[in-house]
């Protein structure tokens, strides 16, 4: 199983940006797919933006053109970003990293808390 430390959240007034970061205790070449999710409050978990080992993006249609997903790779670590930008009160939630490795294991970060004021 892959450990992932999430880092970035925190509370912002709508409008405003947070950058997410998630770091992956693996190398790239044990993973198949990373992404982000998120959670409100009496709302199921949701894909928020996904990367494949390709580099093949996906994004929630509520998020396309605001949010941005990126990844970096270092030897035996990976570390994927979620910039979030014109942040809406809808956007406030529970924010998960996911990895899934090439066993198809499923990993999930300790979550970051994003409230975003009105």
């Known amino acids: 199983q892959v450990q992932l430390v999430e880092s970035g959240g925190g509370l912002v007034q709508a409008g405003g940006s947070l950058r997410l970061s998630c770091a992956a205790s693996t190398s790239i070449f044990g993973i198949n797919s990373m992404g982000w999710y998120r959670q409100a409050p009496g709302k199921q978990r949701e894909l928020v933006a996904g990367?494949?080992?390709?580099?093949?993006?996906?994004?929630a249609d509520s998020v396309e053109g605001r949010f941005t997903i990126s990844r970096d790779n270092a030897k035996n670590m990976v570390y994927l970003h979620l910039q979030m930008n014109s942040l809406k009160p809808e956007d406030t939630a529970v924010y998960y990293c996911?990895?899934?490795?090439?066993?198809?294991?499923?990993?999930w970060g300790q979550g970051t808390q994003v409230t975003v004021s009105s």
């Open positions: 990367i494949t080992s390709g580099g093949s993006i996906n994004y």
């Open positions: 996911n990895a899934v490795s090439t066993w198809g294991i499923n990993s």
